[in-house]
T-cell receptor, first 114, second 111 residues
Framework: AQSVTQPDIHITVSEGASLELRCNYS??????LFWYVQSPGQGLQLLLK??????LVQGIKGFEAEFKRSQSSFNLRKPSVHWSDAAEYFC????????????FGQGTTLQVKP | NAGVTQTPKFRILKIGQSMTLQCTQD?????MYWYRQDPGMGLKLIYY???????DKGEVPNGYNVSRSTTEDFPLRLELAAPSQTSVYFC??????????FGNGTRLTVT
């Protein structure tokens, strides 16, 4: 069955510390992979995507993610977290063609300590 | 450029009532989607459309209906509201092979 697992429901980091949010997926075909961020009361904003090519992808707001096919993972990283990064983060997987038919993970809530 | 616009932002329904959640996009995207987000959960796909006149079921279509008469509009219909449909509903659109653009959501409570 196709699925996305975000093992960490809630993460707290200090401002200025590094961040890694984990994402593992189970998908039969070559996946398209996404990270979205959601601030309270808002819709989802795309942080970055992986379709093909370089397995290290850069996104907005200083985020990056690395696609590791052998580990079925697509972890999100940021070297130095800012207080404004506090939000909920969703990993999602889709297929070539209708790339909006996404399977989402349950999300990771990031809290940033001053 | 407005992007994806959803109305209303909030709604409270009584069990058995019906309503339509409106979604319109001004980006000329062929693909449109409806997702629901339950507390502590990721989003789940309800219905999607690859163009005017074409719709298909997603993962959780029961209790909902959609239509797509124009490229811009993709309304979601709840015929007999149930408490299990209390959720936040997101409409999204995209070109082919491109990421989704989301609306800001409709928060629906059924009591």
């Amino acid at each position: 069955a196709q699925s996305v697992t975000q093992p960490d429901i809630h993460i707290t980091v200090s401002e200025g510390a590094s961040l890694e949010l984990r994402c593992n997926y189970s998908y039969g075909a070559t996946p398209y992979l996404f990270w979205y961020v959601q601030s309270p009361g808002q819709g989802l904003q795309l942080l970055l995507k992986y379709f093909s090519g370089d397995t290290l992808v850069q996104g907005i707001k200083g985020f990056e993610a690395e696609f590791k096919r052998s580990q079925s993972s697509f972890n999100l990283r940021k070297p130095s977290v800012h207080w404004s990064d506090a939000a909920e983060y969703f990993c999602a997987v889709g297929a070539h063609g209708i790339t909006g038919k996404l399977i989402f993970g349950q999300g990771t809530t990031l809290q940033v300590k001053p | 450029n407005a992007g994806v616009t959803q109305t209303p932002k909030f709604r409270i329904l009584k069990i058995g009532q019906s309503m339509t959640l409106q979604c319109t996009q001004d980006m000329n995207h062929n693909y449109m989607y409806w997702y629901r987000q339950d507390p502590g959960m990721g989003l789940k796909l309800i219905y999607y459309s690859v163009g005017a006149g074409i719709t298909d079921k997603g993962e959780v279509p029961n209790g909902y209906n959609v239509s797509r008469s124009t490229t811009e509009d993709f309304p979601l219909r709840l015929e007999l509201a149930a408490p299990s449909q209390t959720s936040v509903y997101f409409c999204a659109s995209s070109p082919q092979n491109s990421p989704l653009h989301f609306g800001n959501g409709t928060r629906l409570t059924v009591t």
